[in-house]
């Protein structure tokens, strides 16, 4: 994959001040996938900026595949948390279950990801990014208040595995 598309952002107009994230669950592992950020050495999901007209749930799915270069079905993302990060930005965690861990075939961006764990959340990897804990928190906490019935088959069940 040449890293030009790893670049396709700027195509969307200008930057906003919302961000989009994606928690990766791995059913077989039952831990999420928890990505190393190049530019500050720090433990995040993959996600970012919401560009110009897109949604968050179009900058969720832009942002994984420029970062770990991964196209994810739009119908299985599922959102988690939306609400204020900061006084300065808002976000949305959207939820995106896998069987299996190797089913992710990642092609990693050099230029923003130095690499890729499998992680519960309670055992975060060290140092996380600024406000991903608080992040990671809420969202748990989201995701274990949800009742079953929206939790379709071929997704984890949390009361099993609340990481």
């Known amino acids: 994959m040449e890293i030009e598309c790893f ?3 700027a195509a969307y107009g200008p930057i ?3 961000r989009a994230f994606v928690l990766i669950y ?3 592992k039952g831990q999420y996938l928890a990505q190393l950020r190049k530019k500050d050495g720090t433990w995040s999901l993959p996600g970012g900026l919401v560009d110009g007209e897109e949604t968050h749930k179009q900058a969720a799915l832009r942002e994984t595949l420029e ?3 991964v196209e994810l079905d ?3 993302l599922i959102e988690t948390l939306h609400g204020p990060l900061s006084s300065e930005y808002s976000c949305k965690i959207f939820l995106y279950v896998i069987s299996k861990a190797d089913e ?3 092609a990693l961006c ?3 990801v130095e690499d890729v764990r499998w992680s519960t959340l309670e055992n975060w990897p060290e140092p996380a990014h600024t406000q991903m804990r608080g992040l990671i928190d809420r969202a748990k906490q989201h995701i274990l208040s949800q009742t079953t ?3 379709s088959a071929n997704q984890p069940n949390w009361e099993q595995h609340p990481n």
Request: hydrophobic share 35%.
């Open 26 to 28: 791995a059913q077989d």
């Open 110 to 112: 050099p230029i923003e």
């Open 16 to 18: 906003t001040t919302d």
């Open 149 to 151: 019935s929206r939790i």
């Open 74 to 76: 739009p119908d299985q």
């Open 67 to 69: 970062e770990i270069g």
């Open 7 to 9: 670049n396709v952002a």
């Open 104 to 106: 992710l075939n990642m």
